[in-house]
């Protein structure tokens, strides 16, 4: 027996969801778990709708259901009576909800769980998709279950996949008449007097720093539609946090509405023992008075709303400092070299002032650059302490004039703040949005713990765990940093771990090895290292460190840094994302350069202006990213690529390092259009100056890739290098002798390497005969091709335009290419033949006599070989 339920207190998302089920599951019965709110009891009164068989649960036999179909609940405690067969051996729980994910969520055979809008715009996709027939009444149903969970479409929480629902649902005849009767009822004289209640009882609580509005009442009997009621009281007084509690008979219901993104609702009610989104949520209290649930409501408040932010969330640590004895001009180097404009002058970690690069500018100019920053710095200075409220920071920093802001710990220097950091902070913390389901990756204060939860395998997730505590328990502090974070937002797979340390990475590293019986390789001059599990998975740790580069294009020195610094010395701000790791805080989203915006707004962007003058690279890298995500590299960025450009800056860096990012461009899925990027900045030439890229050139290189595509689906056991084939491909035009150059400077390593780019000459002659000759055996064709690596293959067969040629290169890498003889050296022995040269001889013409089909068992081979012998033997008797 199937059947379809959800959870009790019904709306119409439940009663759409459930019909929608049936659609997919046309043998299971319907059964509400329990009672109904009002508006879905009219309905049914009310309705002249025949679409509904509703099974009553006093009539369902637990025992017999051997598949539970759960639709917008997946929770136990709110499904009634059917919890109790969730343990039965066989059942099979199939799921549709769209609620987020909870620890104690049911789990099934079946899980489909997209954080949309309604979970009725889950089943109408899947209905579509499977081009399920649906008529006028039940498309005005579904439409019902959309409008009230998106408050017809104008909640946060709609996504673009509930319009799409609600568009294919219009084409089906859904009468949006009766859907805007249903939504938009008249309140009740009863449900009037209780909002009045509500809005002369409520209160403001400012927790952490944030305003909630708590409401209550109490009414004589059972009220439905308390949600209604909750709505129409924030729209009247525009609240952003709104939390309603309402006694009915002996339970308390919980209605919470948020529009920031500080207080998470559906988070809040879960804690009560509801659930919902993190705009809008419920709850239902059982046994308790109204103001107990109250008390227990400003506990979870305090607990869970996002706290007011302090000077140690903000300050970077260890600051760069200069002590009372640097010269004015060493000071300019420092600021020069790490990019800052003011530090702090220390004596015994005492803060003595405060100098900046503009006043070490001008002593230079006056020629104190010998004396000592102490004579010039400022010595009247605001500080604060690790704990001050970011509204102290604000007015030592801003009504103070203060360029760089001191962070005091017991009399000595923790850290530092800038005017940088608190213009960032402060920019975000205006932009109080409403949140928004698909936007909810972009927020600042996002933590990511269920996106690694629901996008990673559990072992990466338990790995990164395992790093929080072993950094919690060496006092350190862990993140996952870069890449990784930007593609888990991103919903790309990628699993290279990059954990930065602030504390010892190398320390770190050997910690956690011991722990979990893992392998260590260490870099002790760049405080790098990798963990090696038992099953081969790697995860590479670093200590937070800060790089610059004695000269352009040379290869960074390291020093020492905060997490903040370490992440300033990347490419892109995309790639400055991060991740805490301790226990304490763990998954939260740390964005320090408005990485969460750029990806927002799909842009490339640099982090600094000398950065393509530090590492060139940088400039592939950034058509590789831009291509990849199909973001666009801003105008800034393409100014300072084309700058690099001019200034020939690629020519000064190694062709080893080259050829690595060119590498990663052609190993791109969307290698073509980054090519054409490529040509377009006018870079091709720092491969070699005679490659025009033109259209044939172009054309080739989508052959290529078309082969290529081929050959993989083959699954051969002789694997190509792509990249390779591409290069090949990339470079057809040049000469040998400008071939050979190119892959000089290229520095292009590895014996299967070269023997391939060796081998270049010899592919495209191979490629001349075979064009030139109409026919050719199979054996002529092996004998071409056989000496020649896989990429060379590739490459020639993508080259000719002649289909004949094609398919013979085709039938050489699927047959004839693994063709062997069934008689060895042995059955030679065997059949009398004297050992020598002559055996290869045979073998030879056995394999070419296979090739071309004139022989094809091991008898043919056999009869072969006797025939070589008479006939050796013959001329033997007639030379004697």
Known sequence: MQVITSHINADFDTLASMLAAKKLYPDAVLAFPGSLEKNLRDFFEKSTFHLFEVEKIKNIKLDDITRLILVDIRQAARIGKFAEILKKPGLDIHIYDHHPKSPDDIRGSVEETPAYGATTTILVHIIKEKAIPLNPEEATVLMLGIYEDTGSLVFSSTTVKDYEAAAFLLSKGANLNIVSDMITKELTAEQVSLLNDLLQSAATYSIDGIDVVIVEASADKYMGDIAVLAHRLKDIENINCLFALVSMENRVHLVARSRIKEVNAGEIAH???????PTAASATLKDITLIQAKERLIAVLKNKIIPQRFARDIMSSPPIILSESTSINNAKDIFLRYGINAAPVVKNDKVLGVITRQVAEKAIYHGLEDVSVKEYMSTEFEAVSPAAPITEVQDAIIGHHQRLLPVIDKGKIAGIISRTDLLRLLQEELKIEPYSAEEAPLKRHKTITRLMEDRLPEKVVDI????GNVAEELGYKAYVVGGFVRDLILNY????????IEGDGITFANAFAKKFGCRVKSHERFGTAIIVFPDGFKIDI?????????KPGALPTV???SLKLDLYRRDFTINTLAAALNPKNFGALIDFFGAQRDIKEKAIKILHNLSFVEDPTRVLRAIRFAERYGFAISKHTQNLIKNAVKLNLLQKISGERFLNELRAVLEEENFLHAIRRVKEFDLIKFVHPDIRLDSAETALMERARDVLA????LYAEEKAESWLVLFLALTDQLKDGDFREAAKRLGIAGRHRMDALTARANAVKALNIMQMKKVLKPSEVYNLLKPLP?????YIMAKTKLDDTKKAISNFITHLKECKTLLHGDDLKRLGVPE????SKILNILLEKRLDEKIKTKADEEEMVKEILGKQLRITKENS
């Open 790 to 794: 896989m990429e060379n293959v590739l």
């Open 271 to 277: 804690m009560l023992g509801g659930g919902g989104h």
């Open 836 to 839: 020598g040269p002559i055996y």
């Open 464 to 467: 990164l765990r395992n790093a």
């Open 493 to 500: 797979e990628n699993l290279d771990v990059d954990i930065v």
């Open 542 to 550: 670093a200590t937070a460190r800060l790089e610059y580069y004695e």
């Open 710 to 713: 081929w050959y993989q689906l």
């Open 559 to 561: 020093e020492l840094s």
